[in-house]
T-cell receptor, first 117, second 112 residues
Framework: GAVVSQHPSRVICKSGTSVKIECRSL??????MFWYRQFPKQSLMLMAT?????????EQGVEKDKFLINHASLTLSTLTVTSAHPEDSSFYIC?????????????FGDGTRLSIL | KQEVTQIPAALSVPEGENLVLNCSFT??????LQWFRQDPGKGLTSLLL?????REQTSGRLNASLDKSSGRSTLYIAASQPGDSATYLC???????????FGSGTRLQVQP
């Protein structure tokens, strides 16, 4: 069964809306979660690394004020796309890692398809 | 720059064929390498994980190899089936990094 749950799976909303996406680890404690973005027919690009209890680390070119990340517990990280615009439309997907068992596969959520009208 | 490249970008084969997908990486200092499957509009399903110290991993009809010195990994799919049609992604965890670096994927179509 799924070990990482991501919600919602699809969002369609108007330009200017803020959208929150949740990523949960279901049966393990995720010391670290990652947020990726995938454009059509392209690969996954890392946006930021979310660390429990501390600030997220953003990749170069990713606006931290645009993509707010909160990792308040060992099982939940949220990504909020603030004041979303059509160019933010994409497939967002999270993964989770337990550093204690870092030699295990990284598991991914099912992704969130975000469409901004 | 630490990159991952996959060839071919797309592949179409008749059912029953054995096939090989290729992945190359630019830095041999890797922690592990993971192969994923992605169906259209869906998330990622982990297929195989190869640790840096390993040469290959097998799961059912899938076999993945790793050659760090040449910076290559291959995913071998035996007796392909239409249900194998998907995009296959190779991802490397480079030493010193926790996140994965992904290749651009190989879109596989298995014709019945």
């Amino acid at each position: 069964g799924a070990v990482v749950s991501q919600h919602p799976s699809r969002v369609i909303c108007k330009s200017g809306t803020s959208v929150k996406i949740e990523c949960r680890s279901l049966d393990f404690q995720a010391t670290t979660m990652f947020w990726y973005r995938q454009f059509p027919k392209q690969s996954l690009m890392l946006m930021a690394t979310s660390n429990e209890g501390s600030k997220a680390t953003y990749e170069q070119g990713v606006e931290k004020d645009k993509f707010l990340i909160n990792h308040a517990s060992l099982t939940l990280s949220t990504l909020t796309v603030t004041s979303a615009h059509p160019e933010d439309s994409s497939f967002y997907i999270c993964s989770a890692l337990d550093e204690v068992y870092s030699n295990q596969p990284q598991h991914f959520g099912d992704g969130t398809r975000l469409s901004i009208l | 720059k630490q990159e991952v490249t996959q060839i071919p970008a797309a592949l179409s084969v008749p059912e029953g064929e054995n096939l090989v997908l290729n992945c190359s990486f630019t830095d041999s200092a890797i922690y592990n390498l993971q192969w994923f499957r992605q169906d259209p509009g869906k998330g990622l399903t982990s297929l195989l994980l190869i640790q840096s110290s390993q040469r290959e991993q097998t799961s059912g009809r899938l076999n993945a190899s790793l050659d760090k010195s040449s910076g290559r990994s291959t995913l071998y799919i035996a007796a392909s089936q239409p249900g194998d049609s998907a995009t296959y992604l190779c991802a490397v965890r480079y030493t010193g990094r926790r996140a994965l670096t992904f290749g651009s994927g190989t879109r596989l179509q298995v014709q019945p």
